[in-house]
């Protein structure tokens, strides 16, 4: 292939970043993890089984037949490589995709019966296969001409005559290669040779997956939600092999020896060792049922109010401490500068300075760090908690103990409860996707209070894809 042809598919291919697909995966919080997980499987099957049924959009197509494209050549399409493709295809065609409400971008080569086209839809909310169904949920047997198929083990869908294929590679993430009829004996390599460039799916509750065992792939996440809730990854393969992150946080994981307790309790942990892990007070344990070992496991404790456990089956138990030495912190804690736990306050009134320091609560299956501003005569403190058991009003009472309460809009489009603590001092609190942020204020800057709680930028979702 000639440099500058080269050198053009590869700007092309990095165009992709700024077609604006949203990347965010919003957190879903189930009350019952088990009726969670078959909903989630059902959603699966028919986000992909919608794709498929929606109409194929039009895209340009590739007339230039000079270049040849390489079979093991890495093109990536919106953060998936591109592993496989037939030879002499030439430059792809990178445009913006829409089936059924879900957005996308494709990568088309060639055209008519020498076309090649993947598709990556990204759908932060979960919810495109009621869009474009319109139908009763967990129904696709009714979708006409569709057949059920696998890749990597993952639920897909396709039809008779072989030329389309379309699965969820993990929540959030829809996948789909459109085949002219000389590629159909093609199908599946191409299908099998799309993998995201992240495949361990990203950042998890601070921590980054960089490290996962050949052959998993991400199957839940969830959070289940009761007085000790925590947050949870799931990755699988098809040979039985499993690896489970939990978060804990809250009263939970106060201190080593309470998670510790906690660990005993909710996941059937059964023999432990002291032993520091990644640096931090943690255990070497075991985990199983009637006396007989069937998982290998590490706990920590990262701070107080935030501890980890991750476990494997007893088949992946050689490869444990790696995928532990692979969690590193997602980025840099927020000590100083107009952050709190990445929560930034965007806007403060002037002559305020940042307080050196910041302060932490715990309460059941929720923790919370604060940092305050102040002139020496007013005061501006925000407070940031996470956990598995918020947007639930038990966990509000708990928060937000002593102080008056009074829901009211604050301004657009933010929906928060305004407040008044026992010293007189205003506030504004609002939950997100993941995380609840309260604003307080002196009497003297009650006037900046909804300007204030206006300017704080949430982060987005911890994971995604």
Known sequence: MPNIEHELRLAMVEETSSLGVPPGLAHRVVQDAKRGRRARGTAVALVAAAVL?????GYQAVTDRGGVASPTE???VDGVRVGYLPPGLGAPVLERADAGGLRGTAATWGAGGDLVRVTVYRDPAFGGAERVLGGIRGTPETLSGVLVAKVRGRGAFTRAEGDDLVWEERPGLVLRVTVGALHRDALRRIAGGLIPKDPTGGV???LRVTYV???LHLRDVFSTVDRTGWAEIRLS????????ILAVRGL???DPETLLTWARVRQNLYTATPEKVRGKPGYRADGGGSGASYSRLRLWLEKPGLGYVVEVNDGLATTLDRIV?????????SASGNAVDHVVAAYLPRGLRRVAGETARLGKGWSATAGRWSDGSRDVEVTVARGAVLHGSQWVDEFLRGEKRERARTGVPLMGIRTTDPDGRRGIFFES????????VDPALAGELDRIALKIRVPPPSYRP
Request: charged letters at 15%.
């Open 213 to 215: 065992p050949p052959g």
């Open 325 to 333: 030495k692979g969690l590193v912190p997602a980025g840099p804690p």
């Open 204 to 206: 998890f509750q601070g």
């Open 433 to 440: 996707a993941e995380v609840a942020v309260h604003v307080k």
């Open 74 to 76: 890495a093109v990536g």
């Open 252 to 254: 939970s994981a106060a």
């Open 53 to 57: 049924a929606a109409a194929v959009p």
């Open 237 to 244: 393969g098809d040979d039985g092999a499993s690896v489970r």
